[in-house]
């Protein structure tokens, strides 16, 4: 046999699995311990009841020969696809229902996305930025080159018109630094893309945390963004689908390359792979949409924003550096005393059982950073945040106990 040589040219670990392991080792010696998680990408508030009644219903249909459905279309149900280009309308932005691709997971349609571009050709990645941007890239076998985020252009990083790319991936608001850009800076994307014959990935995924009307919550918010860009978004964390799965892509009919349509490509590629999205979970993605959905998933990322308030505010008190987490369930804290990732995140957990995403797994750019996720309970969000206002940080260094 002949393995895939860039399969293997992939990190070890998977960041939430070395945290995970880390913890698990972490409890192991401290069973007393209480741990308070801030690392975790996964939502914990249950599914808006709207989106359980749709669900039910659509598995009560399935029990009856009349209303039961077997394959759907690939591209997903009308129904689902309107519902979405009406969240668009509402948001000021014209997306047609056909350019709507409904997925199961934000997760897999970027990676499916890659099925379209040349294998080895050139993507632009922000650094830090969410990890399948990269290993997706490196299993594709993509020339990879980083667009550098840093406290200084606050963690948003702009085209540099000497670098030629194929491919640009784009995250906003941004896992892992909550930064999002503003419109004259996606103008400025759109621009690069347009000049270099290039291709943006636009990762929206977290759009419906942004709370001012004055930034974009889509690519498309940008004229010209319709025959550069393809979106991909996500009920994960809009509306705690993390386990139900379902996403969309947009890939508009103007998009195309050497007079082949991208989205005639893309749905070549899907009614090949994939089968469609489950019909139950299509009819529970739709309800989201609904009047009662709106409230409650919007009552949900509220919640969630309050978290991230309690964080911000901690951190504020405490005297270290952080931003994010005002757009964006994610709050980026530099690392006191310019002590590394994995260092900070072991001297938290140790001390205090409190469980962050180290920034160095998020890439190069995200060493001596630390990420905290507003995703879990207000319980232990308000304990850790009690803690976090009171760490020293000046006397704050490696845990001189070894790792644990
Ligand atoms: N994009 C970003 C930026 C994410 O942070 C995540 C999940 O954490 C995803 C996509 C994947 O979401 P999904 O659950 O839809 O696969």
Avoid at 324 to 343: I, T
């Amino acid at each position: 046999m002949q393995l895939n040589p860039n399969c293997i040219r992939l990190e070890q670990n998977y960041l939430f699995s070395e945290i995970a392991l880390r913890v698990r080792s972490f409890q192991a010696g401290h069973p007393e311990k209480e741990i308070l998680s801030l690392g975790i990408n996964d939502v914990t508030r249950p599914l808006a009841p709207a989106v359980c009644e749709a669900m039910a219903a659509a598995s009560r249909e399935m029990q009856h020969a009349e209303t039961f459905h077997g394959y759907g279309a690939v591209e997903g149900e009308p129904f689902l696809r309107e519902a979405v280009s009406g969240y668009y309308r509402q948001h000021g932005v014209r997306v047609d229902p056909d350019d709507v691709f409904i997925g199961d997971g934000a997760k897999s349609d970027l990676s499916n996305l890659c099925d379209l571009f040349l294998p080895e050709c050139t993507v632009l990645l922000p650094d830090p930025v969410y990890p399948v941007f990269y290993d997706t890239s490196v299993m594709a076998g993509r020339r990879i080159l980083f667009s550098r985020g840093s406290r200084e252009n606050g963690f948003l990083p702009m085209p540099d018109d000497s670098i030629d790319a194929d491919l640009v991936y784009l995250c906003s608001p941004n896992n892992p630094t909550g930064a999002v850009y503003s419109r004259a800076q996606l103008r400025r994307w759109v621009e690069y893309a347009h000049a270099k014959g290039a291709c943006i990935i636009y990762d929206a995924a977290y759009e419906a945390y942004i709370r001012s009307a004055a930034l974009p919550r889509s690519i498309y918010e940008i004229a010209g963004a319709e025959t550069c860009a393809i979106e991909v978004s996500s009920f994960s964390k809009m509306a705690g689908f993390t386990g139900v799965r379902c996403s969309w892509v947009i890939v508009p009919g103007a998009l195309t390359q050497g007079g082949q349509s991208l989205q005639r490509l893309w749905r070549r590629r899907q009614s090949t792979k994939y089968n469609g999205t489950s019909y139950i979970v299509q009819r529970g993605a739709a309800a989201v949409f609904t009047a009662a959905g709106q409230r409650q998933v919007r009552g949900d990322v509220s919640c969630y924003m309050e978290n991230a308030g309690l964080i911000r505010s901690a951190l504020r008190k405490s005297g270290v550096f952080s931003t994010g987490g005002e757009h964006a369930p994610y709050v980026w804290m530099e690392c006191p005393n310019g002590m590394r990732s994995w260092d900070c995140f072991d001297s938290l957990l140790s001390r205090y059982g409190i469980v962050s995403a180290p920034g160095a797994g998020f890439g190069a750019g995200g060493e001596g950073w630390i990420r905290f996720s507003s995703f879990g309970s207000r319980e232990t969000t308000k304990k850790a945040a009690e803690k976090l206002a009171n760490i020293e940080w000046d006397a704050f260094s490696v845990f001189a106990g070894g790792r644990y």
